[in-house]
């Protein structure tokens, strides 16, 4: 039994650990700029994990709905609800992009970021906004594909888009 939790927690631990390690490897990039940098992306960095928190709720769902279909023997559920499940993704991602795109600006601000922090963190947090409907609809897919046991094609992708 440990053997069998093992072979499908490791491979979404190291998929988690290859995405905070990105996260690293961006301040460290940025660490070399100046501090104002610093203090923008990690500002911004605040956004984005506020974002990430709403995209959990769809990876989540996704888990829940895909893991039931197989468990009550419905697997031709899941042609049904991995689409549906990704066009509302990414319709939800869309007033997220919004924001991202013209108003980053109101977030910084709002967090007392000082004028060269609000601008050099609205560049970065536009730049990561263009990506939302990918993270929310690559959320799904990604816990669909869990949901099955298989957290090895997951872990394989990480590694492809984060190296």
Same mark, same amino acid.
């Given at each position: 039994?440990?053997? #069998?939790?093992?072979? /499908?927690?490791?491979? !979404?631990?190291l998929s988690?650990?290859l995405d905070?390690?990105?996260?690293? &490897? ?6 070399? +700029? ?19 928190? /709403? ?19 419905? #697997? ?12 509302? !993704?990414? +319709?939800? !991602? ?28 609205? !560049? ?10 990918? +993270? ?15 957290? #090895?094609?997951?872990?394989? /992708?990480? &590694?492809?888009?984060?190296?």
């Open positions: 039994m440990i053997k #069998k939790i093992l072979k /499908i927690a490791v491979p !979404s631990a988690n650990l905070t390690l990105q996260l690293l &490897v961006d301040m460290l990039m940025i660490g070399r +700029l100046s501090p104002e940098a610093v203090a923008g992306v990690g500002l911004g960095g605040q956004l984005i994990i506020l974002i990430y928190s /709403i995209i959990s709720v769809f990876y989540i769902g996704t888990n829940v709905l895909v893991s039931r279909a197989i468990g009550g023997g419905e #697997k031709e559920k899941i042609r049904l609800i991995v689409p549906s499940l990704v066009i509302t !993704s990414v +319709l939800f !991602s869309l007033p997220f992009l919004i924001f991202t795109m013209f108003y980053p600006e109101t977030f910084f601000r709002f967090m007392g970021g000082e004028e060269s922090v609000v601008k050099i963190g609205s !560049s970065y947090v536009s730049v990561i906004g263009l990506t939302l409907p990918l +993270l929310f609809a690559g959320a799904v897919l990604h816990s669909s594909v869990v949901a099955t046991g298989d957290t #090895k094609t997951p872990l394989f /992708i990480t &590694v492809f888009t984060n190296g």
